[in-house]
């Protein structure tokens, strides 16, 4: 899994660098992400920070739909969730996203965006937390989840500037083996090429 990561980094990589020196009309971008989310899982349960960075194509006149390959990556604790064990996890996720602007007015714009992930969940269940967990070991796990997501917010994208923002309340992922996460993300697309 640690390959497949790198190699997706590489790509990405490599493909930001072909773009941005053939793109003159600025519509790609560098797409960022932080936000707090719930997890739930096959053998985890949490509340955690994620974060995300992808790349980001536009097509189209005025840039109402968009292209974004992306990674989410966050860590997980039982904050607030009592019926678990005591546990510690990572998410490593890989997505594919279509944002749609489905109303545009001037900059500001509501979006919704569908997509696809393959996510890598790890970390170590331990032996506290819930009196009725019989757990008296604590064990490592990791799982692969694939599935679909979706999102709706805001976002505020100004003629001619280099920043766009966007504020999505509502994003979810929903995959095999009960696999369901949850998080409201701020973002920020720092656009590629001449504006």
Known sequence: ?????????????????????EEK????????????GFN????????????????????????????????????????GVTDV?????????????LHYDLIKFRAVSLVTSPGVFLNYSRGLLGTGGWDDSGSNNSEYFNTLYLGGKFSFGLRIAPEGK?????????????????????????GIDIRLGNI
């Open 1 to 21: 899994m640690k390959n497949l990561i790198v190699l997706f980094i590489i790509l990405f990589i490599v493909n930001l660098n072909l773009h941005s020196q």
């Open 85 to 97: 064990r005591d546990q510690f996890y990572r998410l490593t996720s890989l997505g594919l996203n």
């Open 25 to 36: 009309s600025g519509n790609s971008s560098l797409r960022t992400g932080i936000g707090l």
């Open 162 to 186: 280099r920043l766009a923002y966007e504020i999505r309340p509502l994003n979810i992922q929903f995959g095999n083996k009960g696999f369901l996460l949850g998080y409201l993300m701020f």
């Open 40 to 79: 739930e899982g096959l053998n985890e349960t949490g509340v955690g920070l994620v974060y995300s960075v992808g790349y980001q194509k536009s097509f189209g006149k005025r840039n109402r739909l968009r292209l974004n390959p992306n990674m989410i990556i966050g860590g997980f604790l039982p904050i």
